[in-house]
């Protein structure tokens, strides 16, 4: 399984920006799926994740109310919708997959394939 993200870029704080995350593979739709965020310095961490259903998410606390996550699974895509963004946003975003059941998965290491990462960046 390949993933591709797309959608990051410069924004102004206050700003949106929507990430993609197009999987190959026919299994995509089994697969669990997260967005994880890397700044410089620091660990890679979770900011979202959802179940290959979509019945189930999981949002950090720190983006809860400006952050959703969706997938269409038709088109083998899971997204990252980021509105009211601030400047502690600003990291490289990564998607990732896995099985994982009915439920999400919020640890890296629970993640089996990983995109190669899109920088968001965001001034103030």
């Known amino acids: 399984v390949q993933l591709v993200e797309s959608g990051g870029g410069l924004v102004q704080a206050g700003g949106s920006l929507r990430l993609s995350c197009a999987a190959s593979?026919?299994?995509?739709?089994?697969?669990?799926m997260g967005w994880f965020r890397q700044a410089p310095g620091k660990e890679r961490d979770i900011v979202a994740a959802?179940?290959?259903?979509?019945?189930?998410?999981y949002y950090t606390d720190s983006v809860k109310g400006r952050f959703t996550i969706s997938r269409d699974n038709a088109k083998n895509t899971v997204y990252l919708q980021m509105n009211s963004l601030k400047p502690e946003d600003t990291a490289t975003y990564y998607c990732?997959?896995?099985?994982?059941?009915?439920?999400?998965?919020?640890?890296?290491?629970?993640?089996?394939?990983w995109g190669q990462g899109t920088q968001v960046t965001v001034s103030s």
């Open positions: 990732a997959g896995t099985f994982a059941g009915s439920g999400v998965a919020i640890l890296a290491h629970e993640y089996r394939y």
């Open positions: 593979g026919r299994t995509f739709s089994n697969y669990a």
């Open positions: 959802i179940s290959w259903s979509a019945g189930s998410t």
